[in-house]
């Protein structure tokens, strides 16, 4: 079965970077889409970007448009995210998620589309 472990998170001050990847093992297709979410305590997991792995076609939610980009290398089986201009408002649990779509033509953004999640990894922005 499908299982993704998250890791490069830590401790960062604001404005700098910082680099997650999403590694996957027990892959059975070639049409999953591969998200990141966060989620700050007590509030809603939160959709930041998303990539359909067969072509690469992304979605950004708007709080990160021009400071985080997705990726994936097909030969690693690994998704990344770079995360640049890093704020406070950052600071979160990051997941990794995957789901084959029944309609492989619109990317999933929400949580609840997704089915197989990774365990999380830890990003503070702070001085």
């Known amino acids: 079965q499908l299982q993704l472990v998250e890791s490069g998170g830590g401790l960062v001050q604001p404005g700098g970077s910082l680099r997650l990847s999403c590694a996957a093992s027990?892959?059975?297709?070639?049409?999953?889409?591969v998200g990141w979410f966060r989620q700050h305590p007590g509030k809603e997991r939160e959709g930041i970007s998303c990539?359909?792995?067969?072509?690469?076609?992304?979605y950004y939610a708007d709080s990160v448009k021009g400071r985080f980009t997705i990726s994936r290398d097909n030969t690693k089986n690994t998704v990344s995210l770079q995360m640049n201009n890093l704020k406070p408002e950052d600071s979160a649990v990051y997941y990794c998620?995957?789901?084959?779509?029944?309609?492989?033509?619109?990317?999933?953004?929400?949580?609840?589309?997704?089915?197989?999640w990774g365990q999380g990894t830890q990003v503070t922005v702070s001085s």
């Open positions: 990539i359909r792995y067969n072509d690469g076609n992304t």
């Open positions: 998620a995957a789901v084959v779509p029944h309609n492989p033509s619109i990317i999933p953004t929400s949580w609840r589309e997704f089915d197989y």
């Open positions: 027990g892959i059975t297709s070639d049409e999953y889409t």
